[in-house]
């Protein structure tokens, strides 16, 4: 494959990403929150950028930002991730993605003499993080056709404004987010480079990684039913007591995850009724999350985890009750854009290395599309991310934007062949 190979400049990356950080950062760090004046001041300051670039620009009717640079062909190579952050969030959680293909989509402007043999977009998309209204990827489900209209019209954000008023106060109109489809056309890969947002690159000590997909979820909450009962009265082999049912499973998920190498189960919230120093615990509600990226193994954790319920419920006296809070399913990319991930990152590191994402991103809902798409992680310090100290070690920057642009010309060729 003959493959152009003028370096993008991964510094330059760098040098935005810090004037991006204080300009729209305190000291509690990044405030990029979606549909705020900080946000717009955000996509300002960014256009401002792509002014220097001979490409056209404009928000579609969901909010997104595409910026386009025409190519012989109307085949299209998406880059992209998102500006906005969570209230006090990090640096580069999604800002690291868009500033890395804007240096990429530079190069290539300067290498193909702004006329490169395929269409080249980068896309910030609206509001991925949900932070501000609950509803994460806004924008790319809006592209995706995945999205509800009615579900969103009524969100409220905690000050009581509602996602349709916040929507309209930046000039979008919620009845039209659907016509944000009309930029599927033409697409035939996209790509986007994020922060691995937890600790296992660092601890195998690798930069970067190529993402096999994003991870199924099941979520679900549980009800133990016991009997409360007076904690002086009631002998132990006498309590139907709910929390121990429930507590036996909590440990048991490390058993039903640890069968299978890339799944998490957690249950993250416990409540007891009537949750006081002298009561057996009569209820118990619980939640479950479990997450894999094959969607054999979440549905057999799932069976696993609700047999074990039922089995640990008997076994003190109760009952056990299942509830779906939500799921979604596992979500791959395509093999041979990961081939091409990986190649790019061994050349540009000596190694590589394959990893599915537990969080879900906007590249999810492209993929849903079955337009062909990968991720690149690079590796996050300490595993924190959402957080003013998320960061990353500059080398590892400097990698990734040089892997990245890598990836982006293999794609390139790839679409073209
Ligand atoms: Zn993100």
Redesign the pocket.
């Known amino acids: 494959m003959a493959e152009k190979n003028m370096a993008a400049n991964p510094q330059l990356a760098i040098d935005l990403l810090k004037e991006l950080r204080s300009l729209t950062g305190d000291d509690n760090g990044a405030q990029r929150l979606a549909w705020t004046p900080t946000w717009l001041q955000t996509r300002e300051w960014f256009l401002g950028k792509l002014k220097q670039l001979p490409v056209e620009h404009h928000y579609d009717a969901a909010g997104n930002s595409w910026t386009t640079l025409r190519g012989a062909s109307e085949k299209t190579l998406i880059l992209g991730?998102?500006l906005d952050s969570v209230p006090n969030g990090g640096w580069l959680?999604?800002c690291l993605?868009v500033i890395a293909a804007y240096t990429v989509l530079k190069n290539i402007c300067e290498e193909y003499n702004g006329k490169p043999p395929i269409t080249v977009r980068l896309v910030d998309w609206a509001d991925?993080?949900g932070a501000r209204f609950g509803r994460s990827l806004f924008g790319s489900s809006a592209f995706a056709g995945t999205h509800s209209i009615e579900a969103d019209r009524v969100r409220m954000d905690a000050n009581g404004i509602k996602l349709e008023d916040a929507l309209r106060q930046c000039g979008y109109n919620i009845d039209a987010i659907d016509d944000a489809k009309v930029e599927r056309a033409g697409a035939a890969a996209y790509l986007e480079l994020?922060?691995e947002?937890g600790p296992v690159l660092e601890k195998m000590g690798l930069p970067l990684a190529a993402v096999l997909g994003t991870k199924g979820v099941e979520r679900h909450a549980i009800t133990f039913h016991g009997q409360e009962a007076h904690s002086g009265s009631t002998p132990m082999q006498q309590r139907h007591d709910a929390l121990a049912a429930a507590a036996k499973l909590a440990l048991e998920i490390y058993s039903i995850a640890g069968k299978h190498k890339d799944a998490v189960c957690t249950i993250g919230s416990v409540k007891t009724y009537p949750g006081i120093v002298t009561a057996v615990v009569g209820r118990c509600e619980c939640t479950l999350d479990q997450r894999d990226l094959d969607a054999g193994v979440l549905a057999e954790m799932y069976d696993e985890a609700q047999a074990k319920s039922r089995q640990f419920a008997e076994e003190h006296g109760c009952s056990v009750k299942w509830s779906r809070i939500w799921n979604i399913e596992p979500v791959p990319f395509h093999p041979e854009l990961i081939a091409l991930a990986e190649e790019a990152i061994r050349e540009t590191t000596g190694t590589a290395h394959r990893m599915p994402s537990g969080?879900l991103?906007d590249a999810a809902e492209v993929a849903r599309l079955g337009i062909p798409t990968v991720m690149m992680f690079v590796q996050s310090l300490r595993g924190i991310?959402h957080n003013k100290i998320e960061d990353t070690r500059e080398e590892h920057l400097l990698q990734a934007v040089t892997a990245f642009n890598r990836l982006a010309k293999k794609t390139i060729a790839w679409i073209e062949a």
């Open positions: 991730s998102h959680d999604g993605g991925e993080e994020h922060i947002q969080p991103h991310s």
